[in-house]
C-alpha cells in the first residue's frame, strides 16, 4: 500500500529556514512525480512545488520561487523541500502527493493529478 509521510515542520521566524522530508513506501518512486501542495487557514490547498519522477523537470509557484528548492532521492524513497526566506504568509500544512505510475519528463502542480497523499506537516513562520 502506497504510503506518505511528512516530516520537518515546525515554528520558525521570519527569514528562517526549514527542511521538510517525505518518506514513502508501498511503491517504486522511479515512476512517480512527487509534488508539496500547502492549505493555510480558510484557504484551498494549493501547489507548492512538483519534482518529475527523473527529477529533471521541477515547478515552483510564483510566490515561493527563488526561496524553495524540491529535489528527491529515489535510493533513500524521500522528497525534500528546501524552504528558505520563510515568511508569514508561508504558515500553513504542507502535503506530499504522488502522481502515477507514469512517464512522464514533466511535472504539474494540479491537484487533481495526484492521487496519494500524505497526513501533512504544520509550518509555523512567526516571531
Known amino acids: 500500500q502506497l504510503q506518505l509521510v511528512e516530516s520537518g515542520g515546525g515554528l520558525v521566524q521570519p527569514g528562517g529556514s526549514l527542511t521538510l522530508s517525505c518518506a514513502y513506501s508501498?511503491?517504486?518512486?522511479?515512476?512517480?512525480?512527487m509534488a508539496w501542495f500547502r492549505q493555510a487557514p480558510g484557504k484551498e490547498r494549493e501547489g507548492v512545488s512538483c519534482i518529475s519522477s527523473s527529477g529533471g523537470h521541477s515547478n515552483y509557484a510564483d510566490s515561493v520561487k527563488g526561496r524553495f528548492t524540491i529535489s528527491r532521492d529515489n535510493a533513500k524513497n524521500t522528497v525534500y523541500l528546501q524552504m528558505n526566506s520563510l515568511k508569514p504568509e508561508d504558515t500553513a500544512i504542507y502535503y506530499c502527493a504522488a502522481e502515477g505510475p507514469l512517464v512522464q519528463a514533466m511535472c504539474f502542480m494540479t491537484r487533481t493529478f495526484f492521487g496519494s497523499w500524505g497526513q501533512g506537516t504544520q509550518v509555523t513562520v512567526s516571531s
Open positions: 508501498g511503491f517504486t518512486m522511479d515512476y512517480y512525480n
